[in-house]
């Protein structure tokens, strides 16, 4: 007698509903409401640190980012000179923003989207207070790092001869604006650096590129950064090529100004305004 040999594979058992679920989740790009909802808490963490915590934070970010103007030097310095050199110098200047933004240090131009969601979302003067605050400090010590990081490269002799000319001339630049130009160049850099707070939940494995593209479109774009433009300030008034008065009403107001319409005034408002329909619900 035959046996009835039977090979049919058996039917897979269906995923539990839950893992399931979380497979999907998982799969699927974060929706704009939870982009907004991962950088409010962080928003909110920032917002609740001590001041002294901020303080050394806000101070190794200025610092750092005086490698932004030291690797464009570097860059130009040794590159030829051809009509593209403009264009690779450039990634130079996304050096420092890396060191910053990777060491997860305090640069104002972040926390002009990142503390000012959970205002938006919980509007009152106590969140108002301490949104000041943290600004304030970190602002405040961003540009004494910025001071440090200009007067070292302007006194102490880091960079080989053939670089500081380069630094000089990247500075000069920088600081040869009116107000007004200076508030108008200001505006796309704060809001690319907002757009790059707003897209790191998404692309956290792997974030260097997108810091990467986004302010060397800063400095391609010869866009005005506060900070980096700190140091850039403090380099030209070290050198004796501009007064202090001039320097901070002539360049450093408008593009703390043009930053923060920017970063908040813009990017913030927008991305605030297509989540806020799906918060109410």
Same mark, same amino acid.
């Given at each position: 007698m035959q046996k009835n040999d039977d090979t049919s594979p058996e039917p897979e058992a269906p995923l539990d509903e839950e893992v399931?679920?979380?497979?999907v989740e998982e799969a699927a790009s974060l929706s704009s409401k939870l982009v907004y909802e991962v950088i409010r808490r962080e928003g909110e963490q920032e917002l609740a640190r001590t001041t002294r915590s901020l303080a050394y934070a806000g101070l190794s970010a200025g610092v750092l980012i005086g490698f932004s103007l030291v690797a464009e030097a570097i860059l130009r310095s040794y590159l030829p000179d051809a009509p593209w050199?403009?264009?690779?110098?450039? &990634?130079?200047?996304?050096?420092g923003f890396a060191l910053v933004i990777l060491g997860r240090m305090q640069? &104002?131009?972040e926390n002009t989207i990142t503390t000012v969601l959970p205002l938006m979302r919980k509007f009152t003067p106590n969140m108002f207070l301490q949104v000041a605050r943290l600004w304030a400090i970190v602002l405040g010590t961003n540009v004494?790092?910025? &001071?440090?990081?200009?007067?070292?490269l302007h006194y102490a002799p880091t960079l080989p001869d053939q670089v500081m000319?380069?630094?000089?001339?990247?500075?000069?630049?920088?600081?040869?604006?009116?107000?007004?130009e200076s508030f108008v160049r200001a505006i796309p850099a704060g809001l690319l650096v907002a757009a790059i707070v707003w897209m790191m939940p998404q692309v956290e494995p792997a974030p260097l590129a997108v810091i990467v593209l986004f302010t060397w479109l800063i400095a391609a774009g010869d866009f005005a950064h506060v900070i980096v433009g700190s140091v850039e300030m403090t380099v030209v008034i070290l050198d004796g090529a501009l007064a202090p008065l001039t320097a901070i009403t002539q360049f450093w107001l408008p593009v703390l100004?043009?930053?923060?319409?920017?970063?908040?005034?813009? &990017?913030?408002?927008m991305a605030w305004g297509q989540v806020r329909d799906d918060l109410n619900r």
């Open positions: 399931q679920e979380e497979t050199r403009h264009l690779i110098e450039n &990634f130079g200047y996304s050096l640069l &104002f131009t004494i790092g910025a &001071f440090i990081a200009g007067a070292w000319p380069s630094i000089y001339e990247i500075s000069h630049h920088a600081v040869d604006m009116g107000a007004l100004f043009g930053n923060i319409v920017g970063g908040t005034a813009i &990017f913030t408002l």
